[in-house]
């Protein structure tokens, strides 16, 4: 058995080894594979769990375990085949169109026969061949290359391989008949060599021309063969030219940016939207403003800034004009401008000389210093922001989201049958203790119950007519039965009353004497001392049975209250 100077040791030696491990002076483990564990890795990661059984280091199971790996197929549908043979006659259930058992007329991708298979048993279509539902995975249900057959493509390579032969092929007799017009003109020009040399030099330069053209088109032709579909072009075999479109085709027309009506109008005559499309939506788009956006950016102000100062100056007699003499305009315009920034530096520096205040100008702007925070914003290309600056939520002065007695939810997030309750339990008591699951539960059978109630009340009109009847009826014989014993009343009332009368004396009197007797029996027994009292001397009274009405009013009479000015008379008067 270890010793705990051992245990200490090995565990220091453990820690050791583990920081020279990453530290790297020490291999790293290794595991059942001969792969590296990295050292970096925490222990709660690199720990099998206790229900693992690893006699080594291994990173196993954290891996994805075999039998969790799904299988998922490779291939893809067959398309476009047929299952057997074309059956010889029709069967029963077969579409009525083609004959074939796999679908039925509203389906069949056969041409409309004028009489069908159903009635002439001729020509029935083979059956279709359904497939199989596969199981990809995800990229295999998006591979738009799944399924496609190369041999396909081949044709489109063989068509491509011909066509390029029969250019060669052109070329090469282009080729023979150039030959043979230049041997023409070798031979026509050796027999007008004997004529003179000056019909030879022409006759060269007309040559040499020719075949320059030649070389030219052939050019021309090879450059613009492999642009003729380009966007935004457009090709002339006549002329072997390319024209240029006014506007390419991928690029957005004005009026698309922006499809509400009520945006800026658009004049499709001359093409032109002044007005900015996305003046009043959220989106800012960069690339297009309208055409008045162009209109004051740049020098556009600089010049609206001259033709204002030229008028102004016109006015006061001063002979200048913009288109007219646009030199002399400048020289004024900006010698006007320095005036103007003089006399507003010569004012501010007399008030500031006069008032003081320097240090208030030299402070920093107050956007400056108020928009400097620790807040991260991050922004998108089109200065959209994606990170921080969230909107402020509107609070209420009121406490939000504040749950009470265990329950998780506020009252008023359950509605049921016209009440308000709590969602947690569904219980629509303010201020009750939280049930949970149980509550909802009992909440349900409570529902119901009162529907079948509610089911079993409803009644037809007719049903609703004679009980109303009824109920007429009832209150109407027990009227006469009250008016009635009215009457039995009015004539014993008077004996009656008497011979109540006199029981309520007898019972009363009574009450009374049994009064005093406990009265007295009680200040006996309260006179004498508490060791000699014998047990049980003060009767006990039965609480289970309520005092009856002349026992209440004997106690009410016999009761002396202390603060009363007579009782010391009465006390001595009985005495």
């Not at 080729?175 to 050796?190: G, H, I, Y």
């Not at 075949?211 to 032709?221: C, T």
């Not at 020289?331 to 008032?355: A, C, G, H, I, P």
């Not at 079993?456 to 009826?473: I, P």
Request: with cysteine; charged share 40%.
């Amino acid at each position: 058995m270890a010793t705990g100077g051992s245990a200490r040791e090995d565990w220091k030696k453990r820690k050791e080894l583990e920081e020279a491990r990453k530290a790297g002076t020490a291999p790293a483990e290794t595991d059942e594979t001969g792969r590296d564990i990295n050292p970096h890795i925490p222990q709660y990661i690199s720990e099998a769990p206790w229900y693992v059984s690893l006699n080594r280091p291994s990173l196993r199971h954290q891996r994805e375990q075999p039998e969790k790996i799904k299988e998922f197929d490779t291939g893809w549908y067959r398309k476009g085949v047929k299952e057997g043979s074309a059956a010889t006659r029709f069967r029963p259930g077969a579409c009525e169109n083609c004959g074939s058992m796999t679908h039925k007329k509203r389906d069949c991708l056969e041409r409309p026969r004028k009489v069908g298979a159903k009635f002439t048993g001729d020509d029935i279509c083979p059956d279709e061949y359904i497939p199989e539902d596969k199981v990809h995975n995800f990229d295999g249900k998006r591979d738009r290359w799944n399924g496609f057959d190369s041999n396909e493509y081949q044709r489109v390579i063989e068509e491509h391989n011909q066509v390029e032969m029969a250019k060669r092929r052109l070329k090469a007799e282009r080729l023979q008949e150039e030959s043979k017009r230049a041997v023409a003109k070798v031979n026509a020009k050796q027999a007008r060599a004997e004529n003179g040399e000056g019909a030879e030099s022409s006759s060269s330069d007309e040559e040499r021309k020719g075949v320059d053209k030649d070389d030219s088109d052939e050019e021309d032709e090879d450059k613009y063969a492999d642009q003729v579909d380009m966007p935004g072009t457009k090709f002339d075999s006549k002329h072997r030219t390319t024209i240029r479109n006014l506007r390419i085709r991928e690029d957005t027309a004005k009026y698309l940016y922006n499809l509400d009506p009520n945006s800026a109008h658009y004049d499709p005559k001359t093409r032109s939207m002044r007005d900015n499309p996305f003046k009043n939506s959220s989106r800012d788009d960069t690339l297009y403003r309208g055409e008045n956006f162009g209109r004051h950016t740049g020098e556009v102000t600089t010049m609206a800034h001259q033709q204002l100062f030229a008028w102004e100056a016109t006015d006061k007699g001063l002979d200048v004009h913009q288109q007219a003499d646009p030199t002399k305009m400048e020289l004024l315009y900006s010698d006007f401008r320095k005036k103007k920034e003089n006399f507003k530096d010569d004012m501010k520096q007399s008030v500031l000389t006069k008032y003081g205040g320097q240090e208030h100008l030299d402070a920093p702007p107050a956007e400056l210093l108020l928009a400097q925070t620790e807040n991260y914003v991050e922004y998108s290309r089109t200065g959209q922001v994606i990170k921080g600056q969230e909107k402020a939520v509107t609070k209420s002065k009121y406490e939000e989201d504040l749950c009470i007695n265990n329950h998780t939810s506020v009252y008023g997030s359950y509605w049921e049958a016209g009440r308000w309750g709590y969602a947690c339990c569904h219980s629509v008591v303010k201020m009750s203790y939280c049930t949970g699951e149980q509550g909802k539960l009992a909440a349900r059978s409570r529902n119901a119950q009162m529907r079948v109630v509610l089911a079993e009340k409803q009644q037809s009109l007719v049903d609703m007519h004679k009980a109303k009847k009824e109920m007429e009826r009832e209150e109407s014989d027990r009227k006469k039965k009250k008016k009635k014993k009215k009457k039995k009343k009015r004539k014993h009332s008077d004996s009656d009353s008497e011979d109540e009368k006199q029981k309520s004396a007898a019972k009363l009197a009574k009450a009374m004497e049994d009064e005093d007797r406990r009265q007295r029996n009680v200040k006996s027994m309260m006179a004498l001392d508490e060791r000699s009292r014998p047990y049980g001397a003060l009767p006990s009274t039965d609480s289970s049975k309520a005092p009856t009405e002349e026992e209440l009013e004997a106690y009410h009479r016999k009761r002396v209250l202390p603060d009363d000015p007579m009782a010391n008379f009465l006390d001595a008067s009985s005495a």
